[in-house]
């Protein structure tokens, strides 16, 4: 693709009531969304009107803070959330073309069974799924039977491992296995159907796969992590990365970081698409926007204010301050999301008070807040994709479903008139869509391998 | 519900291309229905149009012959099937009323991972999601990192810890626990969400699940065991219980050997719907049907004829014999489905030959046949009803989409004419439909338990 051609490419990274932590208390929420599956639907066909590329859920095998005390369980939405699959599969049936990215833990769920859950969605979507990849940061582990939470050390080598092994079982079947004749009785050709024989550190699984091949080859594989080994794994096995930088520099960096070691792996930049997070404000004047957002964030309750407050500073007595105290600095290294906590860390070190760190983490934890006009939006995404901090970005409305509707109808139509958006779907499939091949079979490219190599 | 306003429960398992083995090269069948949405998007509405109770799929984690030599390898059409959630999640969405019984192995999944989805589908459906429990007879321990594929018992011990277990679950969060209250920021009430605190055998699993009660408070429970650990099973904890009869004496039996196991329990004889299968080859005429009949039996390929009667015949050896030949007995115990090894030994000591033999296990892998007329089948379903040997059935149309498009134009009116089956949905919950009580949450009947022992 040239470089005049390339498009911006949209994710809805959709939260129940929206991405705003107090954000179910507003009036434009559907409070109940979290099992109201019509509130799904319609933000799906919603991102779909408006274009996108993909709708998204983050997820986590746990959803209750069975820790904290009564006073902040009984004020947190989280309640309940579908399983991201499950979710998918059903909204693939109202909609044509957008994308869905669930999110399956590499540490929580069994390989083969995630492997076929979302074959099964590529082909039930007719190739709209994706697979983001999460070693699940928050420990989960009294609801699985195991031994305690792994390290993250130990977390990034079992999801090495495990997307190696999925790969493999989605590609058990080369595209033409099934032969379906059914004059000869022949329903498919042996041969063409292939043992995994996994053999590793944390797995042992043959396969093959139960589901044949699917639309796109395989679905695309999605990934955010931004440690160290996070960033190896995306730059070896993602597609699309979403990713949480609050200024454009640092968007610069991440974006050069990822890009520059793919070769390492054998593969070009555009192979990795790189999707920031934006949380954006809207208001039909910069005023308006700057209510918009002061009115949300008026709704946070105090007692969350300092359970967010307290989640990264843990271990630290913050009895004797009050909100309008200069927030002390974070402790260092403990096992919380550790790209989350430097982001954090740097935002405490600029001389906020608490209020203003709690408040600027209960917008977007941690993502870039943009509050203004749709034009300055607009602009807002034009300079990080023009200036190599983003292939395209992961739209994180405050508050749902209007948030995301006020998107679709007001600022898509500008980055559209500038030509930075498409006017229309590309192809049927996901990696149509965001200009990803279909990957050619392992197996098949193995075999290539060793005859060049004989 | 008086005995005069009884009516028949219908559903329709569903297997790919038609529950005949050689279903995939007759001429009507959809040949790709494994991965073809569009094929079961069509057998699902269709269904509802007939005013089924439920769809049904079958399901194995494991879906490859690969112990078998290539020439049966590629003549078995069970190369690809959608995990069974994901599909009935996807199709929940393009019908209203049918219910959606999903299998899941207690064996093989994870019981927080397995309670997830199946809430999942029971918001999205709208409260017509149901599990069908089952402890997987073949060995797929290969995919799975396991030692090896526990024996029959140890899978029953773990099945009966499994499904209280998920129960529990299910039962994590009150039908009130979830206040959203915009004004006060109360979301929830903590008071009623409930940790399992399950520390068993197999599992220990602290909770709650991370879903909200469900509409139907619970998914509909589903069995199909026929030994005697799956008989007390059911009795124990199912709802449902597809069984295999092929005579009337033998249904009888079954009936009323389940129905008098449920008073141990504390339960009544309607809480527990008994649904043999029925395997109806449709003609105009008896002759035919029956040449119809003959017609697809004449698909099987011989390779498989023998293929099927090797697994019965583990460890025989039958080279010299030939398909005419009278049927040696069968071995005694082995691993294989006791319940269907029992069965086919049944047949076998009947003196057919090998021939009629697999002929008669081709057809619906032990499941009644009726070959007939429409108003024939009807008959056949009606005997059973009104003798005590079913509340229902689950139909398994030889061929796909055919056949069951044949029943529902051809049969269904017949017995909505003699007043044995309804002509419109009496709710919009499988269990309404059903006439299945919605259950009391677990935590509550035990707290009331309490109250009254104290």
New interface residues.
Partial sequence: MSETNRKIRLGAFIMATGHHV?A????Q?E??A??N?DHY?GLAQTAERGLFDLVFVAD?????D?DKE?EI???????????P???W??????TDRIGFVATASTT???P??LA??FA??D??S?GRAAWNVVTTAADVS????IAGHPAHANRYERAEEVVDLVLDLWDS?EDD????D?ES???????K?H?VNHHGQ???????L???RSPQGRPVVVQAGASEAGRNLAARTAEVIFTANQTLAAGQEFYADLKGRLAKYGRRPDQLLIMPGIFPVLGGTEVEAQENYEFIQS?V?PS?AWAILKQYYVGVDLSGYSLDDVAPPLPGDTELNKSRLKLVSDLASTGLTLRQLYLSLATARGHRTVVGTPEQIADAIEVWFNNGAADGFNIMPPILPTGLTDFVDQVVPILQRRGLFRTEYEGSTLRQNLGLERPVNRFLARDTQQQRSA
């Fill in positions: 107090a179910w208390r507003h009036p929420a409070a109940d979290g099992h599956i639907r986590s095998p746990a959803g209750w069975g009564p369980r009984s004020r947190v939405s989280h309640s309940a959330h579908f399983e699959v499950t979710l599969s059903a909204l693939s049936q109202v929580y769920e069994d083969y069974l076929r859950k099964s969605l082909h039930i007719k009294k609801n699985f039977s079947y296995a099934l032969v379906i059914k009785g022949v329903f498919l050709d042996p041969a159907v043992q944390f797995f042992d699984v043959a396969g093959p139960n589901v044949a709704l309750h969350i």
